[in-house]
């Protein structure tokens, strides 16, 4: 058993108005990561992560970044504190929050590649507008048979974007296809299916362009082996050769979120001990239902802010 605990990053959706505030006030080193931030971006990021207005917050493009600039504010503040992961995974933007944590992207390439990521995936979405849903209560291979029934029978595409846990899955495509799949889940027993507030088809091939564009800005930012084991969403495995790396973080955009794999994966490895570091406690959440033996913190129960 491996007594240093593991990293998670969460991804987006976690974003909320007043965000590393707290936080900021009361650490230098976090403080100092959000006043980089405004600095390499060039507008105030940290104004909007600590007052808002949560409509500019939750737009692709800035919340991307936040996220990413939260979690490492709250990553920075660990490390000084003596904090040492055994190993790291994000959940889809959070991967390259995980790589910032292993040594292998700098904070600030990491800033503007998923600024890029963000605003890549917002043309995509106006280009190919699609959706997406969370389907509770069927297991991931199910979900997959019927959205894969559903986009024969309509022509369009719909399949599984996040495998989050057992009994969450989230499905991903175009308007007509995403209805109809939602119909055929709730037709075929899923106990809730629910409607994200979003406007793109995140981790669909509706991102293709999305995924071939950020593929040329990836290939112009320095990546390093990681120093700490990085699990990826493309394979639930551990992948340490940078051209691994790049190609998961292109493939990510248009294939699913292995998460449940991903953290079943680090528990073989002997980890028994999460800490979800950055804003919410989606994936603190997630991890009771996927192994209640191991043990969950936020960063915000570990710091107590």
Same mark, same amino acid.
């Given at each position: 058993?491996?007594?240093?605990?593991?990293?998670?990053?969460?991804?987006?959706?976690?974003? %909320?108005?007043?965000?590393?505030?707290?936080? !900021?006030?009361?650490?230098?080193v976090a403080a100092r990561i959000f006043a980089r931030a405004d600095e390499v971006l060039?507008?105030?990021?940290?104004?909007?992560?600590?007052?808002?207005?949560? &409509?500019?917050?939750?737009?692709? !493009?800035?919340?991307?970044?936040? @996220?990413?600039?939260?979690?490492?504010?709250?990553?920075?503040?660990?490390?000084?504190?003596?904090?040492?992961?055994?190993?790291?995974?994000?959940?889809?933007?959070? &991967?390259?929050?995980?790589?910032?944590?292993a040594h292998a992207l700098t904070f600030e390439d990491a800033l503007l590649l998923v600024? #890029? %990521?963000?605003?890549?995936?917002?043309?995509?979405? *106006? %280009?190919?507008?699609?959706?997406?849903?969370?389907?509770?209560?069927?297991? *991931?291979? #199910?979900?997959?048979?019927?959205?894969? %029934?559903?986009?024969?029978?309509?022509?369009?595409?719909?399949?599984?974007?996040?495998?989050?846990?057992?009994?969450?899955?989230?499905?991903?495509?175009?308007? !007509?296809?995403?209805?109809?799949?939602?119909?055929?889940?709730? *037709?075929?027993?899923?106990?809730?299916?629910?409607?994200?507030?979003?406007?793109?088809?995140?981790?669909?091939?509706?991102?293709?362009?999305?995924?071939?564009?950020?593929?040329?800005?990836?290939?112009?930012?320095?990546?390093?082996?990681p120093r700490i084991p990085f699990i990826a969403n493309a394979t639930a495995d551990v992948?340490?050769?940078?051209?691994? @790396?790049? #190609?998961?973080?292109?493939?990510?955009?248009?294939?699913?979120?292995?998460?449940?794999?991903?953290?079943?994966?680090?528990?073989?490895?002997? @980890? *028994?001990?999460?800490?979800?570091?950055?804003?919410?406690?989606?994936?603190?959440?997630?991890?009771?239902? @996927?192994?209640?033996?191991?043990?969950?913190?936020?960063?915000?129960?570990?710091?107590?802010?």
């Open positions: 058993m491996n007594n240093r605990p593991a990293f998670q990053f969460p991804g987006q959706g976690s974003q %909320r108005v007043g965000m590393g505030k707290e936080l !900021a006030e009361r650490f230098p060039g507008f105030p990021l940290s104004r909007l992560c600590f007052e808002g207005p949560a &409509e500019a917050l939750n737009d692709t !493009a800035n919340a991307q970044p936040a @996220i990413l600039t939260a979690s490492v504010a709250a990553l920075r503040v660990l490390e000084e504190m003596g904090e040492s992961p055994a190993c790291v995974a994000g959940h889809s933007l959070g &991967e390259f929050t995980a790589l910032v944590s600024q #890029e %990521r963000g605003r890549l995936m917002k043309e995509a979405g *106006a %280009r190919r507008p699609g959706g997406m849903a969370a389907v509770l209560g069927l297991d *991931a291979e #199910e979900v997959a048979a019927i959205c894969e %029934r559903v986009s024969r029978e309509t022509g369009g595409y719909v399949g599984v974007a996040n495998d989050n846990c057992p009994g969450q899955v989230v499905i991903s495509g175009d308007e !007509a296809a995403l209805v109809a799949g939602m119909e055929a889940m709730q *037709a075929a027993g899923a106990r809730r299916v629910v409607r994200l507030a979003v406007s793109i088809a995140a981790h669909s091939p509706l991102m293709a362009e999305a995924a071939a564009a950020f593929r040329h800005a990836l290939e112009k930012v320095p990546l390093h082996r992948l340490e050769e940078p051209e691994s @790396i790049r #190609e998961a973080l292109v493939r990510q955009l248009t294939s699913p979120v292995r998460w449940r794999g991903s953290v079943q994966q680090m528990i073989r490895r002997g @980890i *028994a001990r999460f800490v979800e570091v950055g804003p919410g406690d989606v994936l603190t959440g997630l991890l009771r239902r @996927i192994d209640a033996s191991v043990h969950g913190l936020t960063v915000a129960q570990v710091l107590g802010v």
